[in-house]
DNA sequence: CGTCTATTTGAGTTAGCTCAACCGTCGTGG
DNA sequence: CCACGACGGTTGAGCTAACTCAAATAGACG
């Protein structure tokens, strides 16, 4: 099931000590790079670590036996991934440009918090972020038309990490086209398509595929008609 | 924003103390009962409560302004409903049928472990474990086609609450077709025609419309490719 | 400069939606 | 007791948003 080996960054891996306090925790956890299109885990893996992003971006996706991939979520910065209820992880998760990682070993704080139950109060409260995050990409993949979805998408996006400049807000778009459908629901065509309508539209600017420049704000807020 | 008012079954709430261990917990949590259509909470409240379903189903859905629903979720016994991450509930909960639950008041353990830690291990561990589910149904919402989401939701009934007779499993469904569609991002339409083509190809059998026996559990389980 | 890959654009197809009719069950009231 | 209306579910017919397939375009890279 292995695409790349995900974990070899993890080879000098320290025991672990009686006690547990944030400020040794970092003896428990790494930073690791992992390189574009490289893998931070599998399908079916072990679910021996649990990643917090520092840098760059990841995507987790389940796909089909027939090759149909569904993209669960886009890991940013502050996000943390890998969080499994039974030992094995249930997604792939990969890196979608250069992602620097602090890597936790799963048993020091996941399923036995006897050490440093605040570790378990942040990671509930980030699992409960994250299923709201879930609850809107419900929304979108259930009852939103293809430019909703893509307004939402898009959204999403300008709060997360738009630089406001005068009148627009710009950000990166790392993920491609394909990964953009998969998350959505739609095809390639159809989100270039969407795109083009928003651009034509006059609401968003696209310097490069990469790149968005949101003009008319409301008017995509609007479209996407994301909670809060 | 309120339907049915969901908060007047704990008038009586008693004081937190201040040492909270497992056999006083009963103290800081009731049971009551939500009749059939009424709501537990709705959207915008402030999340003062956890629910931990007992007996029947809920609903746990999301509106848009002009009325497209979404469901989230269907809460079966043993399910937690209204965690949140921000202090207000972001979905609806209505009870599907005759509804018994038992009610924590979330600061004693939400937000705040200091008392109680394993409780916390355990919210994340049934957070994880949705978590999971929720990837199941985006995959569903994205990728599959209308009998595959039928059969993949008849799939996760079968294995939550089938009960087996000689050659065939059967279970009831509390949720109305308009439920499973908004479940489904389909119409009652294609959820009725699906269920009728399932019986047609003597995959299942509709004793009465909230009823179903799978006869082909293996032709169902292909259709439906869910994971595990 | 040519090849490769990602994206955009165009044209025709189709799965699921919409709208409408129909059916069975249930509760109500004359 | 039966007629009636309301409601939930099923079935049919036509429509449309998004898909599929195909071609054109544009960068990126050796």
Redesign the pocket.
């Known amino acids: 099931m292995y695409v790349t080996s995900p974990v070899d960054y993890f080879e000098n891996a320290q025991p672990i000590p009686p006690t547990w306090s944030e400020d040794v925790a970092a003896e428990f956890s790494c930073v690791t790079t992992i390189h574009t299109g490289h893998s931070l885990f599998c399908e079916g893996d072990d679910a021996d670590f649990v990643y917090k992003i520092i840098e760059g971006v990841v995507r987790t996706s389940k796909v089909l036996m027939d090759g149909r991939r569904q993209v669960m979520a886009f890991g940013y910065p502050g996000d943390i991934v890998g969080l499994s209820h039974d030992g094995l992880y249930h997604s792939d998760c990969d890196a979608i440009d250069e992602v620097k990682v602090r890597i936790y070993r799963k048993n020091t704080f996941n399923m036995s918090f006897d050490e440093e139950p605040d570790f378990c109060g942040q990671m509930l409260r980030h699992a409960a972020t994250e299923m709201n995050d879930m609850q809107e990409h419900f929304m979108m993949l259930g009852r939103k038309?293809?430019?909703e979805r893509v307004a939402s998408f898009l959204v999403v996006l300008l709060d997360r990490v738009g630089e406001k400049h005068d009148c627009t807000t710009c950000f990166d778009i790392p993920m491609?086209?394909?990964d953009i459908a998969d998350f959505l629901?739609?095809?390639?065509?159809?989100?270039?398509?969407s795109?083009?309508k928003l651009r034509k539209d006059g609401v968003i600017d696209?310097p490069n595929?990469?790149r968005v420049c949101i003009c008319k704000t409301s008017a995509l807020r609007d479209l996407g008609e994301n909670d809060l």
């Open positions: 038309n293809a430019l491609s086209r394909s629901g739609l095809t390639i065509e159809t989100i270039s398509r795109l083009t696209l595929p990469h």
